[in-house]
């Protein structure tokens, strides 16, 4: 079982940037995939980012290649979303979700990810 708590949203304006944290808790983490999704008001959430469980496959949406970059920390259970050049259409609530099979790919599915995290608020003014 693994926890994950989402921070670093805010309000940010066109063309900042934000870096968003997902703390995992619980067994597994060091071998799990992870990803980073976003949902808007009224859309289907959307595959934002995706890295495999040693780091070495990390990989983004085409809207967001360029612009964010997604790493991790085994060393301190954390995984990261670095955004930069935002724009008013990356305005969502963001969610961390990892694997629950060791070793895993990274996969852009949300189907394929079992543990999600709350969310956190983004949003960029024009």
């Known amino acids: 079982q693994v926890q994950l708590v989402e921070s670093g949203g805010g309000l940010v304006q066109t063309g900042g940037s934000l870096r968003l944290t997902c703390a995992a808790s619980?067994?597994?983490?060091?071998?799990?995939?992870m990803g980073w999704f976003r949902q808007a008001p009224g859309k289907e959430r959307e595959f934002v980012a995706a890295i495999g469980w040693t780091g070495g496959r990390a990989y983004g949406a085409d809207s967001v290649k360029g612009r964010f970059t997604i790493c991790r920390d085994n060393t301190k259970n954390t995984i990261y979303l670095q955004m930069n050049s935002l724009k008013p259409e990356d305005t969502a609530v963001y969610y961390c979700?990892?694997?629950?099979?060791?070793?895993?790919?990274?996969?852009?599915?949300?189907?394929?990810?079992?543990?999600w995290g709350q969310g956190t608020q983004v949003t960029v003014s024009s």
């Open positions: 619980g067994r597994g983490f060091s071998t799990s995939a």
């Open positions: 979700a990892a694997r629950r099979n060791s070793y895993s790919y990274a996969s852009s599915r949300a189907d394929e990810y079992d543990y």
